[in-house]
């Protein structure tokens, strides 16, 4: 079962649309399908869920945030009872076993950040790297539960920084998926993330062959899979050339490209939160029918690399 998370340094890139449509084209075909939000602006959560059935049933105790607390608490809460599955998009799969569940993000999440990066500080060299691992590990140790085995793909839609709560994002995953709106802003971030990654990995295998109690800590080792151009705008069906200039220079990278885009389209995208349903998944006709095309072409290529 891979698990991807989805992250850039630059908000407004359309991560979150690129996480919502891939997750739900992957449930349409037939895939059990598993969101996580970890964004603090729960876009994803409040893109599926209305804002008043978020506060009124989900928000007091069936977030992500609940289960940090409860891990900082003592308590012993399993991930898996967060698991939410939104009414309209079980109305919207066809029965084919395909299914689109949410753990949902709260607004109070930015607060688990500073709460476990206080409990970074303190004791001894040694101790500090072990408290590292332990903080590190959290959600790839959350994951483990029997109850996600049923899922044939698990997609983090993570905050638009490298604090702590995405390191646990990253520790958990095998794969790492950069949405980039093909412009200055958004794409200059992606050699500093690559690197950030880099620096993670390291880090955590150094502290991860620590005896007395890290000894059999697995090593990580998530692969990029690569970048994603969203927010595209097209001519003559190919990006206007100020955009392209920016995707030529991410190739130079040496990070994988997608060759299928995320077109430009104000009104669908807009819309779509609203409704709680993503694109991908809406009868469409004329404009929409060609994005909705283009993206069951890039679906088709990140499940190809994925292997589902």
């Known amino acids: 079962m891979p698990v991807v998370s989805v992250i850039n340094y630059k908000g407004g890139v359309g991560k979150t649309t690129l996480t919502a449509n891939l997750g739900a084209e992957l449930a349409f075909r037939g895939k059990k399908v598993l969101l996580i939000d970890l964004d ?42 967060l698991i939410f599955e939104p009414p309209k998009l079980k109305r919207a799969l066809p ?64 905050p638009p920084n490298f604090n702590v709560v995405t390191k646990t994002a990253i520790v958990a995953s095998q794969y790492v998926l950069i949405p980039a709106k093909p412009d200055y802003l958004s794409t200059m971030g992606i050699d500093f993330l690559i690197t950030s990654l880099d620096e993670l990995v390291a ?8 005896e007395d109690g890290g000894a059999d800590v697995e090593k990580i080792n998530p692969d990029i899979l690569g970048v994603v151009f969203t927010m595209t705008q097209m001519y003559a069906d190919r990006p206007i050339a100020a955009q392209r200039q920016y995707m030529n220079q991410t190739s130079s990278l040496g990070v994988q490209v997608f060759a299928n885009y995320v077109r430009e389209n104000k009104t669908l995208y807009g819309d779509a939160p609203r409704e709680g349903v993503p694109v991908v998944m809406k009868p469409s006709a004329g404009m929409g029918k060609v994005i909705v095309s283009e993206l069951e072409a890039l679906v088709n290529e990140i499940s190809n690399k994925l292997g589902i």
């Not at 476990?116 to 140790?141: C, D, M, P, W």
């Open 95 to 158: 029965v084919n076993g395909g299914l689109l569940h949410l753990i949902p993000s709260h607004l109070g999440l930015i607060n688990v950040d500073l709460e476990l990066a206080t409990e970074l500080g303190g004791g001894t060299l040694k101790q500090n790297k072990l408290k590292y691992l332990r903080v590190h590990r959290r959600l790839s140790e959350g994951l483990l539960e029997s109850s996600f085995d049923r899922y044939d793909v698990i997609l983090i839609d993570c």
């Open 40 to 81: 603090p602006q729960a876009s994803l959560t409040f893109s599926l869920v209305e804002p008043d059935y978020w506060r009124d049933k989900l928000a007091p105790n069936k977030t992500i945030k609940r289960w940090y607390d409860s891990l900082a608490s003592g308590a012993s809460l399993e991930l898996s009872s």
């Open 203 to 210: 880090n955590y295998n150094e502290y991860a062959e620590l």
